[in-house]
C-alpha cells in the first residue's frame, strides 16, 4: 500500500534526518537513512541497548514512577517495530515485555497470562487490529488496549486510546504514567 514507506519518511523527516535509495532493475533496491542524535554531552555515539542510558532514562526522568511492574504486550508485523518498542520501554525500566508480529499466535499467549497494557497495530494481517482487541478484551475487558498506527482515518475505531504513527517516545511514557495514575 505504500503506508509503510510514508510512515518512515515522515518519522525521517520528523528527526531531520534523510532518506535516499539506490534501485538497479531486476536486482532489488537498497533505501539509505541518515538520522542525527546528540546526546546530553554533545556526543554522537547513540546506542539504545547502551546500560548507561537505561539507568539515566529510568532515573533522570521516571522518579515518581516505577515501571517496573506493568506487564506490556506488544503486537505489530514490522519486527523493527516491536523491537524498537521492548528497547524503548526497557529505558523506562519496564522488565515484562512479549512482543508478536503475528495476531494469530497472540490469543492462546493472552489466555495463559496477564498483562496490563497492549500496544497493537491496527493494520495486522489475518485478524486486524480492531477484531483482536474486542477478542482480547472478552478474554480481559481489564486490560489498557494501545492501537499504534499509520493509518489516518480512525474514525471508525471508538474507546481506544491511538497513538499515531510516527510517535515520540514521550507518547508512550505518556501511557505509562497515565496506567500507573489510574492504579494509584
Known sequence: TGLGLS??????????????????????????????????NGKNNFD???????EKRIMNNNEDYDFSKIRIMIIDDEIDITDFMSVLLETFGVKNISMY???AEVLQEFKANTYDIIF???????????????????????VKIIFLTGKYDVSNISNF??????FSINNIEDVLKKYIKSKQ
Do not use: C, R, W
Open 101 to 103: 508480529n503475528s495476531s
Open 120 to 142: 497493537l497495530d491496527l493494520m495486522m494481517p489475518y485478524i486486524n487490529g480492531k477484531e483482536l482487541a474486542e477478542k482480547l478484551l472478552e478474554i480481559d475487558n481489564n
Open 7 to 40: 510512515v518512515s519518511y515522515q518519522i525521517i523527516k520528523n528527526h531531520n534526518g534523510e532518506i535516499s535509495f539506490n534501485s538497479k532493475e531486476n536486482i532489488g533496491t537498497e533505501f539509505i537513512i541518515k538520522l542525527p542524535f546528540i546526546d546530553s
Open 48 to 54: 539504545l541497548n547502551n546500560t548507561n542510558l537505561k
Open 161 to 166: 486510546e491511538i497513538i499515531s504513527k510516527p
